[in-house]
């Protein structure tokens, strides 16, 4: 989502296909920026606790908030080639947690563009005030 995103549509399986594709061309020194960038991300979510990514109404891990959190972490630096050096506000997770749309865009039609965009946007907006 974090390299592709912005070109997502249904069906994800087939999204995931075509960017694996893609993927087959990166060079090594874009992949070891995207390794660094992920550990930046480590490091940003070392704040959080055991519970940050559990999801509320069936007490599992959600990656439909995961790759939320991700990406509104990830993508100004992504943009800019640089990494992660602000810690994620763990009552920011809780607050998106709790937000309505999100909850809604987490639960219902999760790989549908509108729901893949929303969580995006609103965990931009909700984690790092971004619009």
């Not at 039609?109 to 790092?128: E, G, H, P, Y």
């Amino acid at each position: 989502m974090l390299f592709f995103g912005n070109e997502y549509k249904p069906s994800m399986t087939k999204f995931l296909n075509l960017s694996s594709q893609k993927f087959r061309k990166i060079s090594d020194e874009t992949i070891a920026y995207c390794e660094a960038l992920f550990d930046s991300f480590l490091l940003a979510s070392e704040t959080l606790d055991d519970k940050a990514l559990i999801g509320k109404l069936n007490n599992r891990f959600n990656i439909s908030t995961f790759e939320a959190v991700f990406v509104a972490t990830c993508a100004d630096c992504f943009r800019e080639k640089s990494l992660v050096t602000q810690k994620i506000n763990p009552e920011n997770i809780e607050l998106l947690k709790s937000d309505t749309d999100f909850i809604e865009a987490t639960q219902r039609n999760t790989a549908s563009t509108d729901n893949v965009m929303k969580r995006r946007r609103i965990a931009a907006r909700v984690l790092f005030g971004a619009q």
